[in-house]
């Protein structure tokens, strides 16, 4: 059975990482100020990675299928309804994203990171919105 209070808990992560990244951040200048790079960087590896986490719960618990990498895990979400395909590509490349971050595959290209925080942010929050309402 879904762990109620762990999806509650991963959930309320990624709302306060957005929350803190809309109230803190300053995207615009990361390219000169180490430390808001650090923080937008950091910040949104959190939220991902909650998100991530929350996936690999559901999709666990609810048997949806094996996924092969962490990217899959919102297709198989979509393919259970619990998230739209649109919605999915996003977590998609958000997870390549968070990838890039935590284990260096790539240079990480500040443009990228300027338009998760200034543009992304909502679909972290639709993700939440989505799991509450299949979840309950």
Not at 82 to 108: P, Q
Request: net charge negative; aromatic share 6%; charged share 30%.
């Amino acid at each position: 059975m879904t762990d109620p209070e762990l999806l509650a808990k991963r959930l309320a992560v990624i709302e306060t990482c957005v929350h803190q990244l809309r109230a803190l951040a300053r995207p615009d200048t990361i390219a000169h100020d180490i430390r808001e790079r650090r923080f937008v960087e950091h910040t949104l590896q959190i939220a991902i990675q909650a998100a991530l986490d929350v996936a690999s719960h559901v999709v666990s618990d609810r048997r949806l299928g094996e996924p092969r990498t962490n990217r899959e895990l919102f297709d198989l979400l979509a393919h259970d309804a619990w998230i739209t395909e649109a919605l999915a590509d996003s977590l998609r490349k958000m997870v390549w994203f968070r990838n890039v971050l935590v284990h260096g595959y790539d240079d990480v290209d500040l443009g990228v990171v300027r338009d998760v925080a200034a543009n992304r942010l909502g679909d972290l929050l639709a993700f939440v919105t989505a799991v509450r309402e299949r979840a309950s």
